[in-house]
């Protein structure tokens, strides 16, 4: 995976707040090289937060997100605001842009609280130094003082972000502290007419360069050739991972003194939701004839998981219950924030989502009494092979 290549949920997610016309827009373009956003001199003009994946030095790939100005009013503005709000969900560094000629107002002092309230790490940037003479006495711990026009002491605003990011940034892992020196791991990956064509789906790329980065060594294989995978070994293999779709035909093969897991389980457990999610599938068994479920993805393209959530999961919810279930459906950054008529939330396993938004989705639910389970797990479940797959993961629930 080239650093083109790097996922979403695994870019720094940089957010941009400010007043209307604090210079936010010309130094996020700035700042990227790009017309990124919308810039006018007419306060206000950018209607929606813009998004850019990119390359930024000294920081890495990372995703900008350019929000609308917090002082915007009416019932439009409202909307954008609460727009701001969100984005501050999947925020990992947050910017806050002041113009350096006006004074600090109380709604930069009050986005400042609900930074420092969210545990963001923030930096607050004194824009258009090039208006003031004199020097600038900020208001604010965390902060710089810059110029979009001059470009005074940009490269230095995205040095103080990346350390930011890297301080804030814990080491985690998705497979490698589950294994031992010298212990092997065979991935069992199908290759049907859901796989795309020519490449690995994300999570089975990230669990491979885990344990390449760790220095564990693997083999993979299609199910239909496990056993005689499993059969050429001297010493038998630490730990099985499968596709979730896989998992009944591979847990027949697999010896049940080998451990087996999904690549599903060690994301969620990789973006640590795994406790709420598996009592989330507890409660499939609960289901009653017209419970309502929603299923969400995270994407709109759906171009890793293929039908699963408009027809397997439908098809096997409805088997597994017995019952008349009736199943609402969402993709993309679409997310209902009201959940209260929902008994369950069958959720992806939100690769294409950062951890904050997964988290935050999670929250919701939680907030609603409602409890989720993403697919993965779910699928596990409604297969009777819940309880195998968490085993080798049990410590870390
Ligand atoms: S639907 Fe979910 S799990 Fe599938 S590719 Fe999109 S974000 Fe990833």
Excluded at 288 to 312: A, F, Y
């Amino acid at each position: 995976m080239g650093l083109t290549d790097t996922p979403s949920s695994e870019r720094v997610h940089i957010g941009f707040f400010g007043l209307r016309n604090a210079g936010k827009s010309s130094l996020v373009n700035k700042i990227t090289g790009q017309e990124l956003s919308v810039v006018s001199d007419v306060k206000g003009t950018t209607t929606d937060p813009v998004r850019k994946t990119m390359e930024l030095l000294p920081i890495g790939p990372v995703v900008i997100i350019d929000t609308p100005g917090l002082d915007d009013i009416g019932e439009l503005g409202q909307k954008r605001i609460e727009k701001t709000r969100e984005i501050l969900g999947l925020t990992d560094i947050a910017v806050l842009v002041t113009d350096a000629s006006s004074s600090f107002t109380s709604e930069e002092k009050e986005l400042v609280e609900l930074f420092k309230s969210k545990d963001i790490p923030y930096v607050v940037v004194y824009n258009k130094s090039d208006l003031i003479e004199g020097d600038i006495k900020p208001v604010e711990g965390n902060s710089i003082v810059v110029s979009s026009k001059t470009g005074e002491n940009i490269y230095e605003l995205k040095e103080l972000i990346g350390k930011l990011a890297a301080d804030s940034k814990e080491e985690k892992y998705l497979i490698s502290d589950l294994l031992h020196e010298g212990d092997m791991t065979v991935l069992v990956i199908p290759i049907d007419e859901s796989a795309p064509k020519g490449r690995l789906i994300l999570p089975q790329q990230l669990v491979m360069r885990d344990l390449l980065d760790h220095g564990f060594a693997f083999a993979s294989c299609r199910p239909d050739e496990l056993a005689d995978t499993l059969s050429s070994f001297k010493k038998a293999p630490a730990l099985v991972v499968t596709d979730s779709q896989a998992f009944a035909e591979v847990s027949k093969i697999v010896p049940n003194d080998v451990a087996l897991t999904s690549f599903s389980i060690l994301m969620a457990r990789y973006k640590g939701e795994l406790t709420r999610l598996v009592e989330g599938a507890n409660k499939l068994s609960e289901l009653k004839d017209g419970s309502r479920v929603l299923i969400s993805e995270g994407c709109t393209h759906h171009r890793q998981c293929n039908d699963i959530g408009t027809v397997k999961l439908p098809k096997l919810i409805r088997k597994f219950t017995g019952r008349e279930i009736e199943l609402d459906f969402t993709s993309g950054r679409e997310f209902p924030t009201d959940l209260s008529s929902y008994d369950l939330i069958v959720h992806c396993g939100g690769c294409m989502l950062n951890d904050k938004e997964m988290q935050r989705r999670v929250r919701v639910a939680v907030e609603a009494g409602v409890p989720i389970v993403n697919y993965g797990v779910a699928i596990a479940k409604m297969n009777g092979i819940l309880d195998r797959s968490l085993e080798p993961v049990r410590k870390s629930l």
